[in-house]
């Protein structure tokens, strides 16, 4: 994240607490939260406000602390990438070099080797966006 999505989290948060930050509080947020990506930053928010465990002994909502963010961006980072690490074909196992086949033959099954690979690879950039 950068400062100006950080004060723009911050933004939120104050609409929500109806508590105003004080001005220097963006550069401290800042240094904790620079690392996380700032949608998994917005969605950790919405799941502090949204969620029982976040709430004091009256039922309040309780303020939201940068460690929160942080815990909660890292845990929606993490299941994103397993859910993409699962998603993700297996390498195809390749033969090569038989000693069987004509060469007119191995040269045809190079040729279907090489647009199953590219069609892989056009396959993970899409799953990657």
């Known amino acids: 994240m950068n400062l100006d999505q950080v004060k723009e989290l911050l933004s939120t948060i104050s609409s929500i607490d109806r508590k105003p930050f004080p001005d220097n ?11 996380l990506h ?16 976040a709430r004091d002994g009256r039922g309040d909502a309780r303020p939201i ?3 929160d963010i942080r815990s909660r961006a890292t ?11 699962r998603n993700q074909l297996p390498a195809p196992y390749i033969r090569r070099g038989s000693t069987d086949r ?10 279907a080797r090489k647009k199953i690979d590219e069609a892989l690879a056009r396959y993970r950039e899409k799953i990657a966006a």
């Open 38 to 53: 700032y949608d998994d930053a917005k969605q950790a928010v919405h799941e502090h406000y949204t969620s029982l465990g």
């Open 75 to 85: 845990a929606i980072a993490e299941v994103r990438d397993r859910a993409r690490n």
């Open 25 to 35: 509080a963006a550069g401290v947020w800042y240094e904790i939260l620079r690392e």
């Open 102 to 111: 004509p060469p007119e033959v191995e040269a045809t099954v190079e040729t």
């Open 65 to 67: 602390l940068p460690v």
